[in-house]
């Protein structure tokens, strides 16, 4: 496959998650404003942290005045997963030179990471052309979407905006059911989400993603272990 083709094929990948990015940071730059978060630091914060859920949360903390040390905390939680992230992809990047290895650690969403992730699975050589643009894409739709936000924050009110915030859910359901649909895999899933869904009523914070994270895939690869053994078995 040429460069060219590898670029056209990472806008096609990227175009729904790109669709769903921009309202969201919409959203978010709405909100920050009504929050009296002046424009350009909202914008900033798309461009510094470039996390959906790490903004949110940190417009609600500015809300209540939590203590800095808190916040920082807090956000460095919520993202622990890219840890387990870069770890995943990293073997799939051996073969980069190190900048721009670097490079793509700045892109590494949750969506990014499961739409090449899935084409790397597949026995797909990532190239830096397919995954660059990729990421590139997205961090740009997130940026356009919050400079947007951010302009139009002071006449659109928040009750309005925050009907947008569905769009993330959205888009994690949509590339759930678009990847694998095994029962390892639906076992991961439910107890992932029911995990994070109980440390929220408990008002647990982000330790409900990162529990539901780790958990959720331990036993999904335990059974996915379990039946190929199973199967091996079987076969001999």
């Not at 729904?16 to 709405?30: D, E, K, N, Q, W």
């Not at 914060?45 to 996390?51: D, T, V």
């Not at 958990?215 to 001999?236: D, P, V």
């Given at each position: 496959?040429?460069?060219?083709?590898?670029?056209?094929?990472?806008?096609?990948?990227?175009?729904?998650?790109?669709?769903?990015?921009?309202?969201?940071?919409?959203?978010?730059?709405?909100?920050?404003a009504?929050?009296?978060?002046?424009?350009?630091t909202?914008?900033?914060?798309?461009?510094?942290?470039?996390?959906?859920?790490?903004q949110?949360?940190?417009?609600?903390?500015?809300?209540?005045?939590?203590?800095?040390?808190?916040?920082?905390?807090?956000?460095?939680?919520?993202?622990?997963?890219?840890?387990?992230?870069?770890?995943?992809?990293?073997?799939?990047?051996?073969?980069?030179?190190?900048?721009?290895?670097?490079?793509?650690?700045?892109?590494?969403?949750?969506?990014?990471?499961?739409?090449?992730?899935?084409?790397?699975?597949?026995?797909?050589?990532?190239?830096?052309?397919?995954?660059?643009?990729?990421?590139?894409?997205?961090?740009?739709?997130?940026?356009?979407?919050t400079?947007?936000?951010?302009?139009?924050?002071?006449?659109?009110?928040?009750?309005?905006?925050?009907?947008?915030?569905?769009?993330?859910?959205?888009?994690?359901l949509?590339?759930?059911?678009?990847?694998?649909?095994?029962?390892?895999?639906?076992?991961?899933?439910?107890t992932?989400?029911?995990?994070?869904?109980?440390?929220?009523?408990?008002?647990?914070?982000g330790?409900?993603?990162?529990?539901?994270?780790l958990?959720?895939?331990?036993?999904?690869?335990?059974?996915?272990?379990?039946?190929?053994?199973?199967?091996?078995?079987?076969?001999?």
């Open positions: 496959m040429s460069r060219r083709d590898r670029v056209a094929l990472a806008l096609k990948d990227v175009l729904p998650i790109m669709l769903a990015y921009f309202p969201l940071s919409i959203t978010f730059g709405v909100l920050a009504a929050s009296g978060v002046p424009w350009h909202s914008i900033f914060s798309s461009i510094w942290i470039y996390s959906g859920g790490a949110f949360m940190l417009i609600s903390m500015l809300d209540t005045a939590t203590a800095p040390t808190t916040i920082i905390a807090t956000i460095l939680l919520v993202n622990m997963r890219h840890i387990l992230y870069g770890a995943t992809m990293g073997p799939n990047l051996a073969h980069w030179r190190e900048p721009l290895k670097w490079l793509a650690a700045v892109g590494l969403t949750d969506e990014s990471f499961v739409v090449t992730y899935n084409r790397a699975a597949a026995g797909e050589k990532l190239a830096p052309s397919y995954y660059l643009t990729f990421a590139l894409a997205a961090y740009g739709s997130w940026i356009a979407g400079v947007v936000g951010a302009g139009i924050g002071e006449i659109v009110p928040s009750e309005a905006a925050a009907v947008l915030s569905f769009a993330l859910p959205a888009l994690f949509a590339l759930l059911f678009a990847g694998e649909r095994t029962l390892p895999h639906l076992l991961a899933a439910c992932g989400a029911a995990l994070a869904t109980l440390a929220g009523l408990m008002n647990l914070g330790i409900g993603l990162i529990s539901g994270g958990i959720g895939a331990t036993a999904g690869q335990l059974l996915y272990r379990q039946r190929s053994r199973i199967s091996k078995q079987a076969k001999s």
